[in-house]
Each structure stands twice: as C-alpha cells, then as structure tokens.
C-alpha cells in the first residue's frame, strides 16, 4: 500500500486503542505504521536497486519483532510503558506488512530466513475505500460529533470484510482461469478501482498467455503470449546489472527483441503481472549497438 493508507491505519488505530489526549500514541503508531518503507532510500542509488530491494528486510519477521522492541526499550521503559509501546508498534508494523501482503506487488514476509516475495493479490496497491474508511476514522472527530472509538471499529470491519469480498472474486476468477486456460501456475493481479475484471498471466510451461479475466460477462480474453525460449541478445542481456536486478524481481518475466532502422535492437523485459498497466511499467530495456556492446539502459516502474 502506499504511505498515505499507511498513515491512515496508523491513526485509526490511535482513534480505537487510545485516548484521543495521548498524542504521543498517535505519533507511535503513524511513525511505525510507515517505519517499513524506509526502504524507499534505496530509490537513491536507482529504479532497478529500489525494485530489488524494496520490502525486502524490513518487511521481514526479524524487523516485525526487533523494531518494536527497539522502540520499547528506547522510549516506552523510560515512560514506565514497556508493554504498551512494545505491543502498540507491533500492531501498526504487523497491520503494515499485511496490508502489503494482500497487494501483488509482493513482499518478502519471511525475510531473513525466505527471500521470496509473497503476494495474495486481493486488492490493487493503491485502494480508495481501504484509505478511505482509516481516514475517515481518523479524521471523524473533526468532521462529526460521535463517538470516535465506533467509527474506527467500523472502519477495521469493513476493510476486513472488504478485504475478504475481493479474497472471495479472486478465488472465483482464479477457478473460472483454470477452467479455460491448462496451466501449472497462474497469477491474477487486480485492476484499479475494478471488482470484475482480473488480470491474468498464465504459465503453460513453454510460454506465458496473458489477458483478462471478466466474472460478470464470463469471458476470457487473451492478450498476448511470450516465449521462455530466449534469443541470443535477450540471453545475453541477462548479465548486465539492470535486468539482473529486474529478474530478481520479476517473477514471470517477458522479453521482446526489436530491431531498431538505426542498426541498434532494444531488449525489452517486462514484468507481465503488470502488463495491465499504461505506458512502460515495470520494464527494463537495454539498447545495444552492432556488436552487442549496451549503448544504453533504462528502468522504468
């Protein structure tokens, strides 16, 4: 999720837990509702770097459990509150991470010890109505006279019972996939601001098929497939320090060759679970002289 559904959560969480006179909670719990992005910095040293290591160790069980407990020892036992600190910011950092991993972006949960991304794929990684509902609970003392510890009960059930509708559609189209398209694994990413459509990318094995799948008309669309097999040139590319950190991402990885009226060829590699997405999302392209030499790279997300 982005920073500003984080935040949210952080204080709707102060408005159901805590004294609306204890703002130093709320600044707690928005502080380690966001604390996990602070992976964001690697954004300094490249697209591809932030891709590579964004919700990696700090999205882990170790940083779950040390960061709060760091944060307790520094500031909650000099308030003689050890135990509220401790348990507090394990709340916030822990809704963070799941938030994180109902979204397809993916996040590496069981860091340190599996570096796997995981990813649910419930709900896009941008949602109006989850932000919505924590900001309305946060900010419903200034906008309503009523009672503020409601309103934020209100706002958690329905963003889990909202969560758990679109759990629901995703298993749905994920069985109506499998009905049309034989392949031993799928991946159904949600479209923005959509309940219906999903979109799909299937691996057959020697290839990917991608499209949409459409639960209210009953429709399967297919958009496109990409090889596995790979030309010299895509092969080749693999070694350059971009697309290494691209594939370290990617989990199903297209390629395209193009061949350029100037002598040059671009090697495009895309990430196909966001092929949905407008404009060059989430590709790494490489344009390469005659020889082969890489003329230029560039990352885009």
Not at 282 to 291: H, I, Y
Request: hydrophobic fraction near 50%; charged fraction near 20%.
């Amino acid at each position: 999720m982005d920073p500003l559904t984080h935040a949210a959560t952080g204080g709707a969480l102060w408005r159901l837990l805590c004294s609306a006179k204890r703002r130093d909670l709320l600044v707690l719990l928005a502080a380690a509702s966001v604390a996990p992005d602070v992976d964001y910095l690697t954004r300094l040293w490249g697209a591809d770097v932030f891709l590579r290591y964004h919700r990696g160790l700090t999205h882990g069980v170790l940083a779950l459990f040390a960061a709060p407990l760091l944060i307790a020892l520094l500031w909650g036992l000099r308030r003689g509150e050890f135990l509220r600190y401790f348990f507090l910011t394990l709340l916030a950092w822990g809704l963070h991470l799941g938030l994180d991993l109902v979204n397809p972006y993916g996040t590496r949960l069981l860091s340190p010890l599996y570096w796997e991304a995981l990813s649910l794929d419930w709900v896009f990684i941008l949602d109006p109505y989850i932000l919505l509902a924590f900001l309305t609970a946060f900010l419903w003392p200034g906008l309503f006279r009523g009672r503020a510890r409601r309103a934020a009960a209100l706002a958690f059930l329905f963003v889990f019972a909202y969560v758990g509708a679109r759990a629901w559609l995703h298993q749905e189209a994920l069985e109506f996939l499998q009905g049309r398209v034989d392949a031993y694994r799928y991946k159904l990413s949600p479209l923005p601001n959509d309940f219906l459509r999903w979109w799909f990318v299937a691996d057959e094995g020697h290839r990917y098929s991608v499209g949409f799948v459409d639960l209210l008309s009953r429709r399967l669309c297919i958009q496109g497939h990409y090889d596995k097999g790979l030309p010299p040139l895509a092969e080749a590319s693999k070694g350059h320090r971009v697309v290494k950190n691209f594939l370290y991402f990617a989990k199903y990885p297209g390629v395209r060759v193009k061949r350029q009226e100037d002598g040059t060829t671009v090697v495009v590699w895309k990430e196909l679970s966001y092929g949905f997405l407008p404009g060059e999302r989430f590709e790494a392209r490489l344009w390469l002289g005659p020889q082969g030499r890489v003329l230029r790279a560039q990352f885009k997300f």
